[in-house]
């Protein structure tokens, strides 16, 4: 049985096969269904009449007609004569249900590209040919494959931009390429438009553009491993910057539970000594009032026997009494503060306020280490910078209520001044700058954006009174690219260049930032350092005439 199943089984295939094959002898090569009315044609292949007539009738030469399939031209129009024969088999193989239609995903719908041989309804391209630029459906590609007259025709992806393979002046392939004007065009171009010019065969053009497109690979492809080698990095140091702050914040709460739990215990020290010491110091007070009650009660009782001695007429008796009666003991001290007592809180009271204090310093100090992130945070901090006259250099010309300066080398000499800048382009603000504070500055061009002490020189040795090159101020160059400078030392700085650079100062922490301001705020360079004297912002022009600098005023 297992036999009989498989034979019959195979059987089945065989028979699928032929009659698939058996269609496909007896099928139009224009519409792809069973033949209809078959003709054959001179050079013996076979077509509905409709189709072949259609065929021909849309042909853009009516003197010359061709074959569909091997592309034969007769020069007269073929008599069409129904092949009796033919249709007689097609009628049989109908009956065994071999007439049924491409399944609809194989017709061409929106955004494909149609068979240009098809009528009707027309099915998908598989292949577009440069030489007769035509798209050919897999039934109409195979005379590609089969006829020699088509072997050295260039086949390629189905497309609809073949058309853009035609020179639209000459009506040729375009199979130059001109280097001159970097352009596809044909033959008869290199003749005309661009005669003299350096052309290549398009084939030999694309070899070297493949070359070039390897190495731009190779370069992109290397690009991608770094920023994935960059990226791996930044994921790297994110983690360690999670885990850092999550022991810094472990760890901070630990000590501040334990500095909790000290300052608890410290409180509950120094109230039970104070108490203690107010005891003490209570029943000293109260022991001073019993023995001052005692003493009162017996003067009192003194004072009552000597007045009734005074009114006794017995003179004898008055002068044997009056030596006893008269006998006071030792007075009691008076009760007088005890200065040392009110000393001592007064003691305990500056400690603790003197521990307040320092802590309240410290946990300052702590909180100051938080820089603002966003440009809204930064201006919370906002300062209106105005500059000094006195400082400016001989071509700087201030103007805007002096938040402008502008660089002018026709400008007269300024009086003599001891806080002027004799020899450089720079100029200092007039107040000096401590605590938190944000300014912004907008350049025309090139400047340098600088904070300084007062106390920095204003003329003699280059290194010790211009911006940057000495310990006494920092100094970020804006010119072709960014650097910062430090007692002369020089740091190269890579971020997007703007005409806006905002600076962020906290004297305390010792915090001094520069940022590209544009939509975002970019961190370009940050110092971690003592300031030892409040700061002054400064502005170099590099020395170009209508140069400006402006501190901006900021809402």
Same mark, same amino acid.
């Given at each position: 049985m297992k036999l009989l199943s498989h034979s019959l089984l195979m059987r089945g295939e065989m028979a699928q096969q032929r009659n698939r094959a058996d269609k496909k002898k007896f099928s139009c090569s224009v519409c792809l269904d069973l033949l209809k009315d078959p003709v054959t044609i001179p050079c013996g292949h076979n077509y509905c009449m409709s189709c072949i007539q259609t065929h021909w009738d849309g042909e853009d030469q009516k003197i010359n007609y061709s074959c569909p399939q091997c592309r034969q031209t007769f020069y007269t129009r073929p008599d069409l004569v129904k092949n009796t024969m033919?249709?007689?088999?097609?009628?049989?193989?109908?009956? @065994?249900?071999?007439?049924?239609?491409?399944?609809?995903?194989?017709?061409?719908?929106?955004?494909?590209?149609?068979?240009?041989?098809?009528?009707?309804? #027309?099915?998908?391209?598989?292949?577009?040919?440069?030489?007769?630029?035509?798209?050919?459906?897999?039934?109409?590609?195979?005379?590609?494959?089969?006829?020699?007259?088509?072997?050295?025709? #260039?086949?390629?992806?189905?497309?609809?931009?073949?058309?853009?393979?035609?020179?639209?002046?000459?009506? #040729?392939?375009?199979?130059?390429?001109?280097?001159?004007?970097?352009?596809?065009?044909?033959?008869?171009?290199?003749?005309?438009?661009? #005669?003299?010019?350096?052309?290549?065969?398009?084939?030999?053009? %694309?070899?070297?553009?493949?070359?070039?497109?390897?190495?731009?690979?190779?370069?992109?492809?290397?690009?991608?491993?770094?920023?994935?080698?960059?990226?791996?990095?930044?994921?790297?140091?994110?983690? @360690?910057?999670?885990?850092?702050?999550?022991?810094?914040?472990?760890?901070?709460?630990?000590?501040?539970?334990?500095?909790? %739990?000290?300052?608890?215990?410290?409180?509950?020290?120094?109230?039970?000594?104070?108490?203690?010491?107010? %005891?003490?110091e209570v029943n000293r007070v109260k022991d001073l009032q019993e023995k001052l009650h005692q003493e009162i009660t017996e003067l009192k009782r003194k004072d009552a026997e000597l007045e009734q001695l005074s009114r006794t007429e017995d003179h004898t008796q008055f002068l044997h009494s009056y030596p006893t009666l008269s006998e006071l003991t030792e007075s009691t001290d008076s009760p007088r503060p005890n200065i040392y007592c009110l000393l001592y809180f007064e003691d305990v009271m500056a400690t603790v306020t003197a521990a307040r204090d320092e802590m309240h310093a410290i946990l300052t100090k702590t909180s100051s280490l938080s820089v603002p992130t966003t440009r809204a945070e930064f201006l919370r901090y906002s300062r209106e910078i105005t500059l000094d006259p006195n400082t400016a250099g001989t071509f700087l010309v201030l103007s805007e209520g002096n938040r402008k300066v502008t660089f002018d080398g026709n400008n007269k000499p300024y009086p003599e001044h001891p806080e002027r800048f004799i020899s450089r382009p720079q100029v200092l603000s007039k107040d000096g700058l401590t605590g938190r504070c944000y300014w912004e500055v907008k350049m025309s061009r090139d400047a340098r954006v600088a904070v300084a002490y007062k106390s920095i020189s204003r003329s003699g040795d280059f290194n010790v009174h211009v911006f940057g090159f000495n310990e006494k101020s920092w100094a970020l160059n804006c010119f072709n690219d960014f650097t910062f400078m430090h007692n002369n030392q020089k740091l190269n700085i890579s971020g997007p260049k703007s005409s806006r650079i905002g600076v962020y100062l906290d004297h305390r922490a010792g915090v001094l930032s520069f940022y590209s301001v544009s939509e975002t705020m970019t961190l370009l360079h940050r110092v971690q350092t003592t300031f030892t004297e409040p700061l002054c912002a400064g502005l170099y022009l590099l020395g170009l005439d209508g140069d400006t600098a402006e501190f901006c005023k900021l809402k």
């Open positions: 033919l249709a007689e088999l097609v009628e049989e193989l109908k009956k @065994t249900g071999l007439q049924a239609p491409p399944a609809d995903h194989c017709y061409a719908g929106p955004g494909d590209v149609a068979c240009d041989v098809c009528t009707g309804r #027309k099915l998908k391209a598989s292949k577009s040919c440069l030489q007769c630029l035509a798209s050919y459906c897999e039934q109409h590609l195979q005379p590609h494959y089969e006829s020699p007259a088509f072997k050295k025709h #260039k086949l390629l992806e189905a497309s609809v931009n073949l058309q853009d393979n035609i020179c639209s002046g000459h009506d #040729k392939l375009k199979e130059i390429f001109c280097r001159t004007d970097q352009q596809c065009i044909c033959i008869l171009c290199s003749f005309d438009d661009h #005669k003299g010019h350096d052309t290549v065969s398009a084939a030999a053009e %694309r070899m070297e553009k493949q070359k070039e497109l390897g190495e731009s690979r190779q370069k992109i492809q290397q690009r991608v491993q770094d920023r994935e080698k960059d990226l791996k990095e930044l994921q790297e140091d994110t983690e @360690t910057i999670n885990r850092s702050a999550d022991k810094a914040v472990d760890d901070s709460e630990k000590i501040f539970t334990e500095l909790i %739990r000290l300052i608890e215990k410290r409180r509950s020290d120094v109230k039970q000594q104070i108490r203690s010491r107010q %005891r003490t």
